[in-house]
Protein backbone atom coordinates (compact mmCIF):
# COMPACT_ATOMS: atom_id res chain seq x y z
CA UNK A 1 0.00 0.00 0.00
CA UNK A 2 1.63 3.53 -0.91
CA UNK A 3 0.82 6.51 1.46
CA UNK A 4 -0.49 9.38 -0.40
CA UNK A 5 2.26 11.54 1.81
CA UNK A 6 4.03 12.17 5.80
CA UNK A 7 0.60 12.56 6.78
CA UNK A 8 -1.17 9.13 5.66
CA UNK A 9 1.78 7.53 7.47
CA UNK A 10 1.64 9.22 10.78
CA UNK A 11 -2.26 8.72 10.77
CA UNK A 12 -0.94 5.03 10.45
CA UNK A 13 1.12 4.47 12.95
CA UNK A 14 -0.86 4.40 15.99
CA UNK A 15 1.05 3.71 19.28
CA UNK A 16 4.00 3.80 17.61
CA UNK A 17 3.92 7.47 17.30
CA UNK A 18 4.69 9.68 20.35
CA UNK A 19 2.82 12.80 20.22
CA UNK A 20 5.49 15.15 22.34
CA UNK A 21 3.29 18.21 23.42
CA UNK A 22 6.07 19.92 26.37
CA UNK A 23 7.87 22.78 24.33
CA UNK A 24 10.80 21.88 22.53
CA UNK A 25 13.48 23.84 21.31
CA UNK A 26 14.68 23.13 17.13
CA UNK A 27 18.35 24.09 18.78
CA UNK A 28 19.85 21.34 20.13
CA UNK A 29 16.24 19.70 22.27
CA UNK A 30 15.01 18.18 19.33
CA UNK A 31 17.95 16.74 17.78
CA UNK A 32 18.85 15.01 21.45
CA UNK A 33 15.85 13.42 21.68
CA UNK A 34 16.22 11.67 17.99
CA UNK A 35 19.71 10.77 18.52
CA UNK A 36 19.01 9.52 22.21
CA UNK A 37 15.94 7.33 20.92
CA UNK A 38 16.76 3.86 20.23
CA UNK A 39 16.15 2.38 16.74
CA UNK A 40 13.31 0.22 18.10
CA UNK A 41 11.95 3.27 19.72
CA UNK A 42 8.93 5.04 18.45
CA UNK A 43 8.46 7.58 15.76
CA UNK A 44 8.22 11.20 17.11
CA UNK A 45 5.81 13.96 16.58
CA UNK A 46 7.21 17.87 18.38
CA UNK A 47 3.90 19.30 18.59
CA UNK A 48 5.06 22.21 20.61
CA UNK A 49 8.03 23.64 18.59
CA UNK A 50 9.41 26.91 20.68
CA UNK A 51 8.88 30.07 18.38
CA UNK A 52 6.80 28.15 15.66
CA UNK A 53 3.28 28.14 16.88
CA UNK A 54 1.59 25.82 14.72
CA UNK A 55 4.46 24.01 13.15
CA UNK A 56 5.64 20.34 13.94
CA UNK A 57 8.47 18.53 13.65
CA UNK A 58 8.61 14.52 12.93
CA UNK A 59 11.43 12.20 13.33
CA UNK A 60 12.65 8.97 14.22
CA UNK A 61 10.15 7.87 11.31
CA UNK A 62 12.05 4.79 9.95
CA UNK A 63 14.78 4.16 12.35
CA UNK A 64 13.18 0.51 13.18
CA UNK A 65 13.84 -2.10 10.44
CA UNK A 66 9.62 -2.57 11.24
CA UNK A 67 8.67 0.87 10.46
CA UNK A 68 10.97 1.03 7.26
CA UNK A 69 9.02 -2.48 6.60
CA UNK A 70 5.59 -0.70 7.05
CA UNK A 71 6.52 2.08 4.89
CA UNK A 72 7.27 0.09 2.14
CA UNK A 73 4.53 -2.63 2.83
CA UNK A 74 6.62 -5.49 3.28
CA UNK A 75 8.10 -7.27 6.09
CA UNK A 76 11.43 -6.75 7.77
CA UNK A 77 13.33 -9.78 6.33
CA UNK A 78 11.90 -8.96 2.85
CA UNK A 79 13.39 -5.42 2.70
CA UNK A 80 16.44 -5.75 0.75
CA UNK A 81 14.37 -8.52 -1.44
CA UNK A 82 11.43 -5.83 -1.89
CA UNK A 83 13.44 -2.95 -3.30
CA UNK A 84 15.63 -4.97 -5.34
CA UNK A 85 12.55 -6.46 -7.49
CA UNK A 86 10.41 -3.31 -7.25
CA UNK A 87 13.27 -1.34 -8.72
CA UNK A 88 13.44 -3.07 -11.46
CA UNK A 89 10.02 -1.91 -12.62
CA UNK A 90 9.77 2.05 -12.85
CA UNK A 91 6.76 4.35 -12.49
CA UNK A 92 6.94 7.26 -14.32
CA UNK A 93 5.43 10.26 -12.10
CA UNK A 94 2.46 12.11 -13.03
CA UNK A 95 1.13 15.33 -12.64
CA UNK A 96 -1.27 16.23 -9.65
CA UNK A 97 -4.56 16.56 -10.82
CA UNK A 98 -5.80 18.80 -7.81
CA UNK A 99 -4.72 21.52 -5.86
CA UNK A 100 -0.91 20.82 -4.95
CA UNK A 101 -0.93 20.75 -0.90
CA UNK A 102 2.52 21.88 -1.04
CA UNK A 103 1.31 25.76 -2.07
CA UNK A 104 -1.67 25.91 0.20
CA UNK A 105 1.07 28.73 2.04
CA UNK A 106 3.03 30.71 -0.37
CA UNK A 107 5.90 32.86 0.60
CA UNK A 108 7.66 34.70 -2.53
CA UNK A 109 10.87 36.42 -1.81
CA UNK A 110 11.32 35.93 2.06
CA UNK A 111 13.67 37.59 3.73
CA UNK A 112 14.76 35.54 6.73
CA UNK A 113 13.81 31.26 6.30
CA UNK A 114 14.54 30.64 9.32
CA UNK A 115 11.83 32.82 10.64
CA UNK A 116 9.51 30.50 8.65
CA UNK A 117 10.85 27.09 9.30
CA UNK A 118 12.26 25.35 12.63
CA UNK A 119 15.40 24.17 10.70
CA UNK A 120 17.26 22.55 13.54
CA UNK A 121 20.91 22.73 15.13
CA UNK A 122 21.68 19.47 16.07
CA UNK A 123 25.52 19.35 17.17
CA UNK A 124 27.34 21.97 19.78
CA UNK A 125 29.94 23.11 17.07
CA UNK A 126 27.33 22.92 14.35
CA UNK A 127 28.49 26.85 12.49
CA UNK A 128 24.32 27.27 12.16
CA UNK A 129 21.33 25.36 11.65
CA UNK A 130 21.30 22.38 8.91
CA UNK A 131 18.83 21.06 6.85
CA UNK A 132 19.74 17.47 6.62
CA UNK A 133 16.25 15.53 5.07
CA UNK A 134 16.31 18.38 2.54
CA UNK A 135 15.81 16.21 -1.37
CA UNK A 136 17.05 18.59 -3.33
CA UNK A 137 15.24 18.75 -7.59
CA UNK A 138 16.74 19.58 -10.50
CA UNK A 139 17.43 19.30 -14.10
CA UNK A 140 20.65 18.64 -16.15
CA UNK A 141 20.57 22.04 -17.97
CA UNK A 142 21.84 19.87 -21.75
CA UNK A 143 19.57 17.02 -21.27
CA UNK A 144 16.94 17.71 -19.10
CA UNK A 145 17.42 14.88 -16.82
CA UNK A 146 16.34 14.91 -13.33
CA UNK A 147 18.36 15.10 -10.29
CA UNK A 148 17.54 14.03 -6.83
CA UNK A 149 19.73 13.62 -3.68
CA UNK A 150 19.86 14.38 -0.49
CA UNK A 151 22.25 17.15 0.42
CA UNK A 152 22.83 19.02 3.49
CA UNK A 153 22.46 22.88 3.28
CA UNK A 154 23.33 25.22 5.73
CA UNK A 155 21.47 28.11 7.26
CA UNK A 156 23.32 30.91 6.02
CA UNK A 157 21.14 33.80 7.07
CA UNK A 158 18.45 36.18 4.92
CA UNK A 159 17.59 33.90 2.16
CA UNK A 160 20.91 31.95 1.04
CA UNK A 161 21.57 28.25 1.81
CA UNK A 162 25.30 26.60 1.54
CA UNK A 163 25.04 23.48 0.03
CA UNK A 164 27.74 20.57 0.29
CA UNK A 165 27.48 19.17 -3.41
CA UNK A 166 29.62 15.36 -2.57
CA UNK A 167 27.78 13.12 -4.81
CA UNK A 168 26.73 13.05 -8.04
CA UNK A 169 24.64 14.03 -10.41
CA UNK A 170 23.75 17.62 -8.91
CA UNK A 171 27.61 18.80 -9.11
CA UNK A 172 27.81 17.93 -12.85
CA UNK A 173 24.97 19.83 -13.44
CA UNK A 174 25.91 22.66 -11.69
CA UNK A 175 29.25 22.64 -13.60
CA UNK A 176 26.97 23.09 -16.85
CA UNK A 177 25.01 25.71 -15.60
CA UNK A 178 28.72 27.93 -14.53
CA UNK A 179 29.99 26.93 -17.91
CA UNK A 180 27.33 28.95 -19.72
CA UNK A 181 27.37 31.49 -17.16
CA UNK A 182 24.06 30.42 -15.69
CA UNK A 183 22.54 29.80 -12.02
CA UNK A 184 20.84 26.19 -11.63
CA UNK A 185 17.42 26.32 -10.46
CA UNK A 186 16.34 23.99 -7.55
CA UNK A 187 13.73 22.93 -5.47
CA UNK A 188 14.10 21.34 -1.97
CA UNK A 189 11.34 19.10 -0.86
CA UNK A 190 10.88 18.71 2.92
CA UNK A 191 8.88 15.99 4.42
CA UNK A 192 7.87 13.22 1.93
CA UNK A 193 6.53 10.24 2.69
CA UNK A 194 9.20 7.54 3.31
CA UNK A 195 9.23 5.93 -0.04
CA UNK A 196 9.92 8.75 -2.09
CA UNK A 197 12.35 10.42 0.69
CA UNK A 198 14.35 6.82 0.22
CA UNK A 199 14.33 6.80 -3.47
CA UNK A 200 16.22 10.21 -3.52
CA UNK A 201 19.31 8.13 -1.87
CA UNK A 202 19.56 5.22 -3.76
CA UNK A 203 21.84 4.12 -6.24
CA UNK A 204 20.04 4.12 -10.01
CA UNK A 205 21.28 2.79 -13.17
CA UNK A 206 20.35 2.49 -16.69
CA UNK A 207 16.79 0.71 -16.32
CA UNK A 208 15.70 3.04 -14.13
CA UNK A 209 17.97 6.18 -14.57
CA UNK A 210 15.24 8.38 -12.36
CA UNK A 211 14.93 8.26 -8.99
CA UNK A 212 11.33 9.84 -9.28
CA UNK A 213 10.81 6.66 -11.05
CA UNK A 214 12.32 4.91 -8.37
CA UNK A 215 10.08 5.89 -6.16
CA UNK A 216 6.76 4.77 -8.10
CA UNK A 217 8.48 1.76 -8.05
CA UNK A 218 8.68 1.78 -4.23
CA UNK A 219 5.74 2.97 -3.99
CA UNK A 220 3.66 1.10 -6.34
CA UNK A 221 1.93 3.97 -7.48
CA UNK A 222 3.62 7.25 -9.58
CA UNK A 223 4.00 10.40 -7.54
CA UNK A 224 2.17 13.52 -8.32
CA UNK A 225 4.30 16.53 -9.03
CA UNK A 226 3.24 19.97 -9.98
CA UNK A 227 5.64 22.98 -11.59
CA UNK A 228 6.90 24.84 -8.92
CA UNK A 229 6.33 28.94 -8.34
CA UNK A 230 9.58 30.47 -9.32
CA UNK A 231 12.01 27.86 -10.58
CA UNK A 232 11.80 25.93 -13.91
CA UNK A 233 11.49 22.17 -11.46
CA UNK A 234 8.61 20.09 -10.63
CA UNK A 235 7.95 19.14 -7.11
CA UNK A 236 5.89 16.85 -5.49
CA UNK A 237 2.47 17.81 -5.03
CA UNK A 238 1.94 16.46 -1.57
CA UNK A 239 5.25 17.45 0.24
CA UNK A 240 5.02 19.14 3.46
CA UNK A 241 7.70 22.57 2.53
CA UNK A 242 9.07 23.01 -0.71
CA UNK A 243 12.23 26.02 -0.87
CA UNK A 244 13.16 26.99 -4.52
CA UNK A 245 15.96 28.70 -5.33
CA UNK A 246 18.62 29.08 -8.04
CA UNK A 247 22.52 27.80 -7.20
CA UNK A 248 24.49 31.07 -8.14
CA UNK A 249 27.45 30.35 -10.58
CA UNK A 250 31.08 30.70 -9.45
CA UNK A 251 30.03 31.49 -5.46
CA UNK A 252 32.11 29.11 -3.07
CA UNK A 253 31.66 29.86 0.34
CA UNK A 254 32.44 27.59 3.61
CA UNK A 255 29.67 25.69 4.61
CA UNK A 256 30.14 24.01 8.53
CA UNK A 257 31.38 22.82 10.50
CA UNK A 258 28.56 20.22 10.54
CA UNK A 259 28.73 17.10 12.93
CA UNK A 260 27.97 14.45 9.99
CA UNK A 261 26.72 11.41 9.24
CA UNK A 262 30.61 9.64 10.48
CA UNK A 263 29.95 11.13 13.91
CA UNK A 264 32.80 13.61 13.22
CA UNK A 265 32.49 17.13 12.18
CA UNK A 266 33.29 18.32 8.71
CA UNK A 267 33.48 21.58 7.31
CA UNK A 268 33.58 22.24 3.14
CA UNK A 269 33.93 25.13 0.92
CA UNK A 270 30.75 24.23 -0.85
CA UNK A 271 28.24 26.45 -3.05
CA UNK A 272 25.28 28.59 -2.33
CA UNK A 273 21.48 28.77 -3.24
CA UNK A 274 19.59 32.00 -2.92
CA UNK A 275 16.23 31.17 -1.58
CA UNK A 276 13.19 32.74 -4.71
CA UNK A 277 10.10 31.21 -2.45
CA UNK A 278 8.76 29.17 0.55
CA UNK A 279 5.70 27.46 0.11
CA UNK A 280 4.19 24.79 2.79
CA UNK A 281 0.71 22.92 3.99
CA UNK A 282 -0.87 24.56 6.20
CA UNK A 283 0.35 23.65 9.68
CA UNK A 284 3.64 21.98 8.26
CA UNK A 285 5.86 18.84 9.81
CA UNK A 286 9.57 20.05 9.52
CA UNK A 287 11.36 16.58 9.08
CA UNK A 288 13.93 16.20 11.60
CA UNK A 289 16.71 13.89 10.64
CA UNK A 290 19.90 13.90 13.25
CA UNK A 291 22.85 12.66 11.50
CA UNK A 292 24.97 9.69 13.25
CA UNK A 293 21.18 8.48 14.40
CA UNK A 294 19.50 4.74 13.64
CA UNK A 295 17.49 6.08 10.99
CA UNK A 296 20.46 7.50 9.38
CA UNK A 297 21.69 3.72 9.70
CA UNK A 298 18.39 2.53 8.26
CA UNK A 299 18.25 4.78 5.24
CA UNK A 300 21.56 3.52 4.05
CA UNK A 301 20.71 0.42 5.08
CA UNK A 302 18.37 0.07 2.07
CA UNK A 303 19.42 2.79 -0.04
CA UNK A 304 23.39 1.22 -0.51
CA UNK A 305 23.13 -2.18 1.08
CA UNK A 306 20.06 -3.39 -0.37
CA UNK A 307 21.62 -2.28 -3.94
CA UNK A 308 25.06 -3.92 -2.91
CA UNK A 309 23.83 -7.23 -1.66
CA UNK A 310 21.98 -7.14 -5.28
CA UNK A 311 25.06 -6.82 -7.09
CA UNK A 312 26.68 -9.43 -4.75
CA UNK A 313 24.75 -12.16 -5.40
CA UNK A 314 24.42 -11.50 -9.13
CA UNK A 315 28.19 -11.92 -9.15
CA UNK A 316 29.10 -14.62 -6.24
CA UNK A 317 27.40 -17.89 -5.34
CA UNK A 318 26.27 -18.02 -1.74
CA UNK A 319 26.07 -14.28 -0.95
CA UNK A 320 23.10 -14.64 1.76
CA UNK A 321 22.53 -11.80 3.60
CA UNK A 322 24.08 -7.94 4.04
CA UNK A 323 24.02 -5.54 7.10
CA UNK A 324 25.32 -2.34 7.35
CA UNK A 325 27.25 -1.59 10.48
CA UNK A 326 25.65 1.06 12.49
CA UNK A 327 27.48 4.31 13.18
CA UNK A 328 29.62 3.60 10.44
CA UNK A 329 27.98 6.01 7.60
CA UNK A 330 28.15 2.86 5.21
CA UNK A 331 31.65 2.50 5.33
CA UNK A 332 31.32 -0.70 7.09
CA UNK A 333 29.11 -4.08 6.24
CA UNK A 334 29.17 -7.96 7.17
CA UNK A 335 28.13 -10.19 4.88
CA UNK A 336 26.72 -13.75 5.43
CA UNK A 337 27.77 -16.47 3.14
CA UNK A 338 27.03 -20.28 2.38
CA UNK A 339 29.24 -22.77 1.06
CA UNK A 340 30.81 -20.17 -0.88
CA UNK A 341 34.36 -21.13 -1.70
CA UNK A 342 37.68 -19.92 -0.11
CA UNK A 343 38.78 -18.07 -3.77
CA UNK A 344 35.23 -16.96 -4.65
CA UNK A 345 35.05 -15.17 -0.69
CA UNK A 346 38.12 -13.43 -1.62
CA UNK A 347 36.77 -12.05 -4.88
CA UNK A 348 33.85 -11.35 -2.92
CA UNK A 349 35.50 -8.93 -0.44
CA UNK A 350 37.68 -7.14 -3.93
CA UNK A 351 34.86 -6.52 -5.91
CA UNK A 352 32.40 -5.28 -2.50
CA UNK A 353 35.22 -2.75 -1.74
CA UNK A 354 35.65 -1.33 -5.08
CA UNK A 355 31.69 -1.29 -6.24
CA UNK A 356 30.66 0.78 -3.27
CA UNK A 357 32.53 4.22 -3.10
CA UNK A 358 31.85 4.34 0.56
CA UNK A 359 32.88 1.00 1.77
CA UNK A 360 35.77 1.39 3.66
CA UNK A 361 35.75 -2.23 5.66
CA UNK A 362 33.83 -5.64 4.75
CA UNK A 363 33.54 -8.72 7.06
CA UNK A 364 32.57 -11.71 5.83
CA UNK A 365 30.54 -14.42 8.26
CA UNK A 366 29.21 -17.97 7.47
CA UNK A 367 25.33 -17.96 7.03
CA UNK A 368 25.36 -19.76 11.00
CA UNK A 369 26.23 -16.05 12.11
CA UNK A 370 23.04 -13.27 12.64
CA UNK A 371 24.88 -10.79 11.05
CA UNK A 372 22.77 -8.14 12.70
CA UNK A 373 23.48 -9.41 16.41
CA UNK A 374 26.86 -7.44 16.88
CA UNK A 375 28.16 -10.19 19.68
CA UNK A 376 27.78 -13.01 16.87
CA UNK A 377 29.82 -11.06 14.75
CA UNK A 378 32.85 -10.73 17.39
CA UNK A 379 32.12 -14.27 18.24
CA UNK A 380 33.42 -14.93 14.66
CA UNK A 381 35.72 -12.67 14.25
CA UNK A 382 37.65 -14.08 17.50
CA UNK A 383 37.58 -17.75 16.56
CA UNK A 384 37.27 -18.38 12.72
CA UNK A 385 39.66 -15.46 11.66
CA UNK A 386 43.00 -15.74 11.75
CA UNK A 387 44.53 -11.91 10.90
CA UNK A 388 47.95 -13.23 8.67
CA UNK A 389 45.63 -15.37 6.55
CA UNK A 390 42.23 -13.52 6.69
CA UNK A 391 43.04 -10.34 5.56
CA UNK A 392 42.92 -8.61 2.69
CA UNK A 393 43.66 -4.86 2.15
CA UNK A 394 43.63 -2.65 -0.77
CA UNK A 395 45.44 0.26 -1.57
CA UNK A 396 44.91 3.86 -3.85
CA UNK A 397 41.17 4.15 -3.68
CA UNK A 398 39.08 7.30 -3.96
CA UNK A 399 38.12 8.40 -0.36
CA UNK A 400 34.73 9.94 0.86
CA UNK A 401 34.92 12.62 1.35
CA UNK A 402 33.32 13.04 5.02
CA UNK A 403 35.33 10.45 5.89
CA UNK A 404 37.69 12.29 8.62
CA UNK A 405 40.59 9.73 8.51
CA UNK A 406 41.21 9.57 4.72
CA UNK A 407 44.19 12.04 3.69
CA UNK A 408 44.87 13.83 0.09
CA UNK A 409 46.29 10.19 -0.88
CA UNK A 410 43.15 8.70 -0.81
CA UNK A 411 42.24 6.00 1.49
CA UNK A 412 43.05 2.12 1.82
CA UNK A 413 40.28 -0.78 2.29
CA UNK A 414 40.26 -3.56 3.98
CA UNK A 415 38.29 -6.93 4.02
CA UNK A 416 38.04 -9.93 6.69
CA UNK A 417 37.30 -13.36 6.19
CA UNK A 418 36.08 -15.08 9.07
CA UNK A 419 34.38 -17.79 7.64
CA UNK A 420 34.74 -21.55 9.13
CA UNK A 421 38.26 -22.70 7.59
CA UNK A 422 37.59 -26.38 8.09
CA UNK A 423 35.32 -26.92 5.45
CA UNK A 424 32.89 -28.65 8.47
CA UNK A 425 29.13 -27.73 8.30
CA UNK A 426 29.23 -26.01 11.75
CA UNK A 427 31.78 -25.95 14.12
CA UNK A 428 29.28 -24.09 16.69
CA UNK A 429 28.24 -25.77 20.33
CA UNK A 430 24.35 -26.53 19.80
CA UNK A 431 21.97 -27.44 22.31
CA UNK A 432 18.78 -30.14 21.39
CA UNK A 433 16.43 -27.92 19.42
CA UNK A 434 13.69 -29.76 22.01
CA UNK A 435 15.72 -28.25 25.04
CA UNK A 436 15.82 -24.92 23.07
CA UNK A 437 12.61 -24.64 22.73
CA UNK A 438 11.10 -24.59 26.02
CA UNK A 439 13.65 -22.35 26.81
CA UNK A 440 12.19 -19.92 24.71
CA UNK A 441 8.95 -20.17 25.51
CA UNK A 442 9.55 -19.48 28.82
CA UNK A 443 11.57 -16.47 28.03
CA UNK A 444 8.57 -15.43 26.17
CA UNK A 445 6.14 -15.40 28.89
CA UNK A 446 8.79 -12.23 30.38
CA UNK A 447 7.25 -10.12 27.97
C1 LIG B 1 21.32 11.04 5.37
C2 LIG B 1 22.06 11.33 4.09
C3 LIG B 1 22.70 12.55 3.92
C4 LIG B 1 23.37 12.86 2.74
N1 LIG B 1 23.97 14.07 2.61
C5 LIG B 1 24.63 14.37 1.47
C6 LIG B 1 25.26 15.65 1.29
O1 LIG B 1 25.22 16.50 2.18
N2 LIG B 1 25.89 15.90 0.12
C7 LIG B 1 25.95 14.98 -0.89
O2 LIG B 1 26.53 15.25 -1.92
N3 LIG B 1 25.38 13.77 -0.75
C8 LIG B 1 24.71 13.43 0.39
N4 LIG B 1 24.09 12.21 0.53
C9 LIG B 1 24.17 11.22 -0.53
C10 LIG B 1 23.40 11.56 -1.79
O3 LIG B 1 22.05 11.84 -1.59
C11 LIG B 1 23.68 10.42 -2.80
O4 LIG B 1 23.49 10.90 -4.05
C12 LIG B 1 22.91 9.16 -2.64
O5 LIG B 1 23.15 8.55 -1.42
C13 LIG B 1 23.20 8.16 -3.81
O6 LIG B 1 24.45 7.56 -3.68
P1 LIG B 1 25.58 7.63 -4.80
O7 LIG B 1 25.85 9.05 -5.07
O8 LIG B 1 26.76 6.93 -4.19
O9 LIG B 1 25.05 6.92 -6.00
C14 LIG B 1 23.42 11.89 1.70
C15 LIG B 1 22.79 10.65 1.87
C16 LIG B 1 22.12 10.36 3.05
C17 LIG B 1 21.46 9.02 3.21
Redesign the pocket.
Known sequence: MAYSDLRAFLADLGDDLLRIRDEFDPRFEAAALLRTLPAEGPAVLFENVRAYPGARIAGNLIASRSRLARALGTTADALPRTWLERKEHGIAPIQARDAAPVKEVIHRHPDDLLSLLPILTHHEKDAAPFI?TGVVLCTDPETGRRGM????MMVKGGRRLGI?????PIPHFLAKAEAAGKPLDVAIALGLEPATLLS????VGPRVPDKMAAAGALRGEPVELVRAETVDVDIPARAEIVIEGRILPGVRELEGPFGE?TGHYFSNVSPVIEISAVTHRDNFIYPG?CPWSPE?DA??SL?AGAELLGQLQGLIDGVVDLEMAGGTSGFSVVVAVHRTTAADVRRLVMLALNLD?RLKTITVVDDDVDIRDPREVAWAMATRYQPARDTVVIHGCEAYVIDPSATGDGTSKVGFIATRASGADSDRITLPPAALAKARAIIARLH
Open positions: TGIHRLLANPSVVKNLVLLAR
